[in-house]
C-alpha cells in the first residue's frame, strides 16, 4: 500500500469523527525539509467538525497512533510530523514499484471522466512550427497523464484547414504554382505561392476580390475549388504526419475547422434566436462589452464565416459528441483573450458547460542561435529543428562512445527527446530560449541528463544478477539510499499535481530530481563491488526501481528511454 494512504487510514481510525480518506489524504503534506519528516498532517480544517483546537487535536492524534509504521510522531503546535520507518517504507514502496512495472504511478482517480484535449493543430499549406511543437508537447503530455490517472482522453487536432485564407492560395496556385516543386517540398511551395499572393495583392487589390469569391466557392462545394483544397490538404497532412511519427504522436480526431462547415449554420441561429446576434459595421457579432472584451465575431462583413464560428460549433459539437467532463485547449497565450470571448459567448448562450472549457497556454519560442530563427524568413521549420538535434547528438555520441552499436537510433530518441524536454521544462507560460549547449548538455537538468541515468542504471543491471535469498532492504539505511527512496514515492503525487494545474513540468521536474537522487547514490555508494550479498541485492533492486520510474516519468512526458547512450 502506498504509505500516505497508509498514514490517512491510521488517521482516519483514530478520529472521533468520519471523514473520508480521501479528504484526509488531500490534507497530508510532504514537508519541505527532511528535519520536518516525512510527511506532515496539518489539523486546522479538523478543528471545525471535531470542535477542538487544532493544537489539541495533533497532540491527542500523536499520542493515539500506533504500530511500527512510523519512527517517530512529532507534534508542533496545530501541526504533526510523521518520521516513516525507514525499513518498512522501503521495502513496501521498491516491491511496489517492482510488482506494478510501466503501471507504477497511475491510478483510477479520472475513472468516469471524459476528457477533450485539443493540440498541436496546425494549419494547412503553411509550416509546421516551433509554437506547434510547444502545443504538440504540452497535449500529448496531458494526454498521456490524464489517461495513465484513468481519465478517458480523446485528443483532437483542430487543423486549421478552413477559412477565406484557402481562397486566396487556390488564386495563388492557379496563377502561380510549380507543381514539380509542389510534389518535392509541398509545405514550402504552397506557402511561397501564399506570401506570393500578398505581395501581388497589394499592387493589384483586385486579387482580393478573386480570393473572396473563391472562398465563396469552397463554401458552397464547388468541385474545382473543393478538389484543390482537398489536395493542399492531402499535401500538408503527409508532411505533417512526417514530423508526428518523428515525435511518436497521435490523434483520435483530426476533425480540423472544415469540419465545422455544414455545422455553423445551426449555432449561428442559436445565436440569433437568443437574441445575440447584432450587426456591427456590415458584421453579425455577439457583444461582449459588459465583460470588458471586445464582441465575438460570428460573420464577417461579405458574409463568411469565422475562425471563432467555428471555434464556438466545434465546443458545442465536442460537448454531445463526447460529454466532456473538461475540454482542454492547448494553444499560445496569444489566443487568451480570444478563448475568454469564445467561452463567454457559450455561456451567453446558455452553456453552463462552457466553465469547463480550459485554455491551457504557453509562451513563446525563441532562440540563441540567431541562424537558426532567419532561415526561412521568420519560420522555422519544425523538420529542420528536429534533424539538427539529431545530428548534434550524434556528433556528441560519436565523441562520447564511439563503439555504441545502434548509434543513429540512439541519436534520434535522446536528440528529439532533448527538444520535447526543453518544451516541457518550465512552466508553460514562460518562453522558451533554445539554445543548443545547454539543451544537450548530458550534466545539465536535461533530457539526455535523465535518459544517461536511466542508460547507466540498465547498465549495472545488465552485468550481474539481481535476484537472491538475502536480500534486504533493511540495508538501504544511507541518507542516500532514503533520499533516492523518497524521491521514488512522490511520483503520483507529481502526476496528480501535474494533472490539476495541467502543468506537464511538474513532471519534468520530477524526472530530473530522481535522476539527481540516483546520482548521487551512485556516487556516494558501490554497487556491484558491494561485499555484503545482502546490501548488494538491495541496491540492485534500487537501481531497477529507479530505471523503472524514470522511464515511467519520461513516458508521461512524450520521450523514449535508451538502454545504452
Ligand atoms: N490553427 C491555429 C494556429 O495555428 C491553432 C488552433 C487552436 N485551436 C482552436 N480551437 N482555435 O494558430
Known amino acids: 500500500m502506498d504509505y500516505k494512504e497508509l498514514l490517512a487510514k491510521k488517521i482516519q481510525e483514530n478520529l472521533d469523527v468520519d471523514l473520508k480518506l480521501d479528504f484526509i489524504e488531500d490534507l497530508i503534506k510532504i514537508p519541505p525539509k527532511p528535519e520536518m519528516g516525512d510527511y506532515a498532517f496539518p489539523c486546522f480544517q479538523l478543528a471545525k467538525s471535531l470542535k ?3 493544537n489539541i487535536i ?3 492524534l500523536k499520542n493515539k497512533i500506533e504500530g511500527d509504521y512510523f519512527e517517530k510522531i512529532e507534534n508542533k503546535g496545530p501541526y504533526l510530523n510523521f518520521f516513516v520507518n525507514k525499513g518498512i517504507f522501503t521495502k513496501n514502496i521498491l516491491t511496489k514499484i517492482l510488482e506494478e512495472g510501466d503501471k507504477y504511478g497511475s491510478s483510477s482517480i479520472g475513472q468516469g471522466k471524459n476528457i477533450v484535449v485539443e493540440y498541436s493543430s496546425p494549419n494547412i499549406a503553411k509550416p509546421f512550427h516551433v509554437g506547434h511543437l510547444f502545443s504538440t508537447a504540452i497535449g500529448n503530455s496531458l494526454y498521456k497523464m490524464m489517461s495513465f490517472e484513468g481519465y478517458n482522453c480523446t485528443r483532437i487536432n483542430h487543423l486549421g484547414d478552413w477559412g477565406t485564407q484557402f481562397g486566396k492560395l487556390i488564386v495563388a496556385y492557379k496563377k502561380w504554382c510549380n507543381e514539380e516543386e509542389l510534389h518535392k517540398n509541398p509545405i514550402k511551395e504552397l506557402l511561397r505561392i501564399y506570401v506570393k499572393f500578398h505581395k501581388e495583392a497589394e499592387k493589384e487589390p483586385e486579387l482580393n476580390e478573386e480570393a473572396r469569391e473563391c472562398f465563396k466557392k469552397l463554401e458552397d462545394g464547388c468541385s474545382e475549388e473543393v478538389k484543390l483544397w482537398k489536395k493542399f490538404k492531402k499535401l500538408s497532412l503527409k508532411e505533417f504526419k512526417k514530423v508526428y511519427d ?3 504522436v497521435e490523434f483520435d480526431s483530426y476533425a480540423g475547422e472544415s469540419f465545422y462547415r455544414d455545422k455553423m449554420d445551426a449555432v449561428i441561429d442559436e445565436i440569433d434566436k437568443k437574441g445575440l446576434l447584432v450587426e456591427s459595421k456590415g458584421a453579425k457579432v455577439v457583444m461582449l462589452d459588459k465583460y470588458n472584451m471586445p464582441p465575438c465575431i460570428v460573420k464577417k462583413s461579405d458574409g463568411a464565416t469565422i475562425y471563432a464560428t467555428r471555434d464556438l460549433t466545434a465546443a458545442i459539437y465536442r460537448k454531445k459528441t463526447y460529454d466532456f467532463y473538461k475540454c482542454i485547449y492547448v494553444v499560445g497565450m496569444d489566443q487568451s483573450l480570444y478563448f475568454k470571448q469564445v467561452f463567454t459567448t457559450l455561456k451567453l448562450m ?8 480550459i485554455h491551457a497556454g504557453f509562451g513563446l519560442v525563441r532562440f540563441a542561435d540567431k541562424k537558426l530563427s532567419t532561415r526561412n524568413g521568420d519560420v522555422i521549420f519544425l523538420e529542420d529543428l528536429l534533424n539538427k538535434s539529431v545530428q548534434r547528438t550524434l556528433e556528441i555520441i560519436n565523441e562520447k562512445n564511439p563503439n555504441l552499436k545502434n548509434k543513429l537510433q540512439v541519436a534520434k530518441k535522446v536528440g528529439i527527446g532533448a527538444v520535447i524536454f526543453t518544451y516541457l521544462k518550465n512552466n508553460r507560460e514562460r518562453d522558451i530560449v533554445f539554445d543548443w549547449n545547454e539543451m ?21 543491471l545488465r552485468k550481474t544478477k539481481c535476484t537472491g535469498s538475502q536480500l534486504d532492504y533493511s540495508k538501504l539505511n544511507s541518507k542516500e539510499e532514503f533520499e533516492l527512496v ?3 514515492n512522490n511520483f503520483k503525487d507529481s502526476i496528480i499535481n501535474a494533472i490539476d494545474k495541467l502543468e506537464p513540468f511538474i513532471v519534468t521536474r520530477y524526472v530530473i530530481e530522481v535522476a539527481k537522487a540516483f546520482n548521487k547514490f551512485y556516487n556516494a555508494h558501490s554497487i556491484l563491488k558491494t561485499k555484503d550479498e545482502g546490501t548488494k541485492l538491495a541496491r540492485l533492486q534500487l537501481v531497477k526501481a529507479t530505471c523503472q520510474v524514470i522511464k515511467n516519468g519520461l513516458n508521461l512526458l512524450g520521450i523514449d528511454v535508451v538502454e545504452e547512450m
Do not use: H, M
Open 58 to 60: 495533533a497532540e491527542e
Open 246 to 248: 518523428l515525435l511518436g
Open 52 to 54: 477542538k483546537s487544532p
Open 440 to 460: 544537450l548538455n548530458f550534466d545539465g537538468e536535461t533530457g539526455p541528463y535523465v535518459q544517461y541515468s536511466y542508460a547507466r542504471g540498465k547498465s549495472i
Open 486 to 488: 523518497k524521491a521514488l
Open 350 to 357: 446558455g452553456k453552463d458547460w462552457a466553465d469547463s472549457c
